[in-house]
């Protein structure tokens, strides 16, 4: 019952920004969106998470639109480190539940 | 310092062994979590714990019993397991979602499990 829409894969040149699509047009006014990646065999990471206006921290950027019906995470430049399954989560602050949806695998290539 | 720590990192068992997975974290969250991921699939949610109470079990079969001894520590007992429980068995842990805009869950680096 995930709530989210992402490309099943994308490949990305290392130092080059990645540009990660979601599409979540039924999220409701205080839903939040998460960023959590999973490179192989490990557990998931957090990455970064917003409600409306943009974010960014040390690893990442976060873009909302203005209708919020969509978001796109920057990767700003890439690295072979950053080949992972990423997942794009949109829950309410009191929801403990995480629904991981499919998520994209990002292939970064030399 | 966000971590959190599983042990044992792999675990085999026989279907009529009991063995424990055990989950640690010392962020001061009030909230763990187990999931299951099977391979090529997301990971899925099992439990959930708020300040040691067990708050969510998302009809998880009996021979998967948690257990929470204290805040900073989480168990799941094993007994009896199938071959198709074979996956990864991931913790998490998070401030309780009553805290406004802060429940991120930070997540543990699992622990693979095969039965046999």
């Known amino acids: 019952d995930a709530k989210t829409t992402q490309p099943p894969s994308m490949d990305c040149a290392e130092g080059r920004a990645a540009n990660l699509p979601c599409n979540h047009s039924?999220?409701?006014?205080?839903?939040?969106v998460y960023w959590y990646r999973q490179i192989h065999s490990q557990g998931p990471q957090y990455i970064i998470h917003g409600l409306k206006n943009n974010e960014t921290n040390e690893m990442a950027s976060l873009i909302i639109t203005e209708d919020r019906k969509s978001s796109t995470l920057i990767l700003p430049h890439a690295t072979l480190r950053d080949t992972a399954v990423y997942y794009c989560?949109?829950?309410?602050?009191?929801?403990?539940?995480?629904?991981f949806g499919a998520g994209t695998t990002v292939t970064v290539r030399a | 310092d966000t971590e959190v720590t599983q042990t044992p990192k792999h675990l085999v068992m026989g279907m009529t062994n009991k063995k424990s997975l055990k989950c640690e974290q010392h962020?001061?969250?009030?909230?763990m979590y187990w999931y299951k991921q099977k391979a090529k699939k997301p990971p899925e949610l099992m439990f959930v714990?708020?300040?040691?109470?067990?708050?969510i079990n998302e009809s998880v079969p009996s021979r998967f019993s948690p257990e929470c001894p204290n805040s900073s520590l989480l168990n799941l007992h094993l007994h009896a397991l199938q071959p198709e429980d074979s996956a990864l068995y991931l913790c998490a842990s998070s401030h309780p979602s009553l805290v406004p805009r802060d429940g991120t869950q930070y997540f543990g680096p699992g622990t693979r499990l095969l039965v046999l």
């Open positions: 989560i949109v829950r309410l602050p009191v929801d403990y539940k995480l629904s």
């Open positions: 039924t999220i409701s006014g205080n839903e939040y």
């Open positions: 714990y708020s300040y040691e109470k067990l708050s």
């Open positions: 962020m001061g969250h009030r909230a």
